[in-house]
């Protein structure tokens, strides 16, 4: 099955997207000798949001996404067009249990970091971004699952003005995906 698309006037189809498995990101992470980084995304829906999530996450070094089979967005037209190309870069695992993929990565290693306006952690002072991590965002508008939230070692927020309730979850994902970097810049500095 394809996925159909238009541009200018033009439709275009695309073919299925070949997702990968959890573990395809360990090995990608460790082929890259720095430490992992995965993103997962509970119950995202928003098509623009993936697409600006794997932009975002080609743009600071993930080894890819992850994202359910259910109640989550898929790779389709609408993700290739808004990750500006960026779907052909960083793979996307697609997983029957999000929480059991989690749980497996932190045996594997990996520091699970959920994304949540009342975390405990400013996303700033993350005192783990030199280990290999998982990003956690939640779904629009409802924020990450409870058994998700349960499974992250720590939860971490983002400081904004008090005005604003929250932020849109691809744009909470890009600036945290930019102070992980910072924050692991710093640490192969010194």
């Given at each position: 099955m394809?996925?159909?698309?238009?541009?200018?006037?033009?439709a275009i189809?695309?073919?299925?997207?070949?997702?990968?498995?959890?573990?395809?990101?360990?090995?990608?992470?460790?082929?890259?000798?720095k430490p992992g980084l995965i993103i997962a995304l509970d119950s995202l829906t928003d098509p623009h949001n993936l697409g600006v999530v794997?932009?975002?996450g080609s743009a600071f070094g993930a080894d890819g996404v992850i994202v359910p089979q259910r109640r989550s967005a898929g790779v389709n037209a609408t993700v290739w067009k808004v990750s500006a190309g960026a779907a052909g870069r960083l793979p996307v695992a697609r997983v029957s249990n999000?929480?059991?993929?989690?749980e497996g990565l932190k045996r594997s290693g990996y520091?699970?970091?959920g994304l949540d306006g009342a975390g405990d952690t400013p996303i700033g002072e993350l005192t783990v971004a030199d280990l290999p991590l998982v990003l956690v965002t939640g779904s629009e508008g409802k924020g990450m699952a409870r058994l998700t939230r349960e499974t992250c070692d720590v939860v971490a927020s983002i400081p904004?003005?008090?005005?604003?309730?929250?932020l849109n979850?691809?744009?909470?994902?890009g600036i945290a995906l930019y102070q992980i970097?910072?924050?692991?810049?710093?640490?192969n500095v010194e």
């Open positions: 394809t996925d159909g698309a238009v541009h200018q006037g033009v189809e695309v073919p299925p997207y070949e997702y990968c498995e959890a573990a395809d990101l360990v090995e990608r992470a460790e082929r890259g000798g794997l932009r975002s999000l929480v059991q993929t989690l520091f699970v970091v904004i003005a008090a005005q604003m309730e929250s979850a691809a744009v909470a994902t970097d910072r924050l692991r810049s710093r640490v």
